[in-house]
């Protein structure tokens, strides 16, 4: 097994030193109910066997219930525990697992045995890696498309740094989709992102189309955080720039007091706002609700992604 923090170790040590946001009460329109479906048990049962990490558990997501009782699970390789300290994230940050060499044969194995038809492979940042793991990520799409070559593929990866080739390394695994998340607008960046650059996140997005202009690129961003709908906008227009595909947008929700506050709850309405602007500007498929996340509903978005792209194509021709 990998190595993991000691057990007296903080999840979050780096956000100890934080003054306490409250939590605010969540609106009716953002509350889900507690995982207990038969499915929900069985998916978690086969997590666990196959020593698989997910990100649905590790960033203690809402949507964990749902998505599990449709044998929907977006798996983390890498290990847990990530390099980076963003104030959004409650995946644990800390002093890296060792690397599993064989973890892509693994998730393989595993994915294959659950029949999945859209698999999603993320990672923790692992800045101490040469390549930021991007190798890791190029075995797993490998070893999947061996174990299970009628299942399509979505990577969320980090964004690589300082990682000269990393991009190139996944891109020639070539998954179905690319997406790596923006996560706010740039302004926020210094206190919701301090690890990243926003215009380098753009710059990977662009060089994944650039560089395979057949693989779907995706990308999302959190509100709530205190950006100002204008800006929201721009970032939109960025991503265009960059020619990509999808965006999700979704409510920020907050883990812990120790974790970036809760600004506002955005409304069903403001989101439904987003979602027309983002579709005028061009987005094959635009996902925006207050519970929408990265990997939501991936599979059934891929299907409707790829038919807009064909419609698109049937349209131009």
């Keep these: 097994m990998p190595a993991r923090l000691d057990a007296e170790t903080p999840r979050h ?11 605010p009460r969540k609106p009716d329109w953002i509350r889900v109910k507690a995982p207990v479906s038969r499915e929900y048990h069985e998916t978690r049962k086969l997590i666990r066997a196959n020593r698989l990490h997910t990100v649905c558990e590790e960033a203690a997501c809402p949507n964990i219930g749902e998505c599990w009782a449709q044998r929907h699970a977006t798996v983390m390789i890498l290990g847990s525990v990530c390099t980076r300290a963003c104030t959004f994230c409650n995946v644990a940050t800390g002093r890296p697992d060792l690397l599993d060499p064989h973890e892509p044969e693994r998730v393989a194995e595993a994915l294959a045995g659950l029949g999945l038809a859209h698999v999603v492979v ?7 890696l040469d390549d930021g793991g991007a190798g890791h990520f190029a075995r797993t799409i490998r070893a999947i498309r061996a174990r299970a070559p009628g299942t399509t593929i979505e990577v969320l990866t980090p964004d690589f740094l300082r ?3 990393a991009v190139e390394q996944v891109v020639e695994a070539r998954p179905d989709v690319y997406n790596h998340n923006l996560e706010t607008v740039p302004r926020l960046y210094a206190t919701v992102r301090p690890g990243a650059r926003y215009f380098h996140s753009l710059r990977l997005l662009d060089r994944v189309k650039r560089l395979d202009p057949a693989i779907f690129t995706k ?4 509100v709530g955080l205190g950006e100002e709908k204008g800006e929201v906008l721009q970032v939109m227009d960025d991503l ?15 883990p812990t007091p120790k974790h ?4 506002r709850f955005v409304t069903p309405e403001e989101f439904d706002s987003y979602r027309k602007h983002a579709q005028g500007k061009g987005f094959l498929m635009v996902a925006a609700s207050p519970l929408t996340r990265s ?12 038919a807009a792209r064909e419609a698109k194509l049937a349209a131009s021709g």
């Design 13 to 23: 040590p780096e956000k100890a030193h934080r003054p306490d946001s409250p939590i």
């Design 122 to 128: 993320t990672s923790v940042d692992r800045d101490d």
């Design 163 to 165: 990682k000269d080739g």
């Design 219 to 222: 990308s999302g961003i959190m």
């Design 240 to 254: 265009r720039a960059a020619e990509v595909d999808f965006l999700t947008i979704g409510q920020y929700l907050q």
């Design 260 to 263: 970036h506050a809760v600004e």
């Design 295 to 306: 990997s939501y509903h991936a599979g059934d978005d891929f299907a409707k992604l790829r």
